[in-house]
Nanobody
Framework: QVQLVESGGGLVQTGGSLRLSCTAS????????MAWYRQAPGKQRELVSR???????MYKDSVKGRFTISRDIAKNTVYLQMNTLEPEDTAVYYC???????????????WGQGTQVTVSS
């Protein structure tokens, strides 16, 4: 079993910064893709950023140049540094990890519990 614990959300003014963290624990053999999603009220969950096992990154167009995804492999942790926040970034942010529990099993998706980010105008 793999558990994800998120932290770092909160209330910030427009132009401010927050850093989200997501740490995985449990029976982890390896982690493939790491990603951050968000879901605003009344909207579908959307992919914000992804970091592959090989280190490739992708970002949603609206956050390019403002958000940075990174990881600490030794700590099984993925981060999302969010700068120059805008009210449109307000949402619940979820981390997702594709993790293997053994060398011969395929990766399984695991989700964090979500952390609220609120940007006031």
């Amino acid at each position: 079993q793999v558990q994800l614990v998120e932290s770092g959300g909160g209330l910030v003014q427009t132009g401010g910064s927050l850093r989200l963290s997501c740490t995985a624990s449990g029976s982890i053999f390896s982690i493939d893709n790491m990603a951050w999603y968000r879901q605003a009220p009344g909207k579908q969950r959307e992919l914000v950023s992804r970091l592959t096992r090989r280190g490739s990154t992708m970002y949603k167009d609206s956050v390019k140049g403002r958000f940075t995804i990174s990881r600490d492999i030794a700590k099984n942790t993925v981060y999302l540094q969010m700068n120059t926040l805008e009210p449109e970034d307000t949402a619940v942010y979820y981390c997702k990890l594709d993790a293997r529990t053994t060398a011969w099993t395929p990766p399984i998706e695991y989700w964090g519990q979500g952390t609220q980010v609120t940007v006031s105008s």
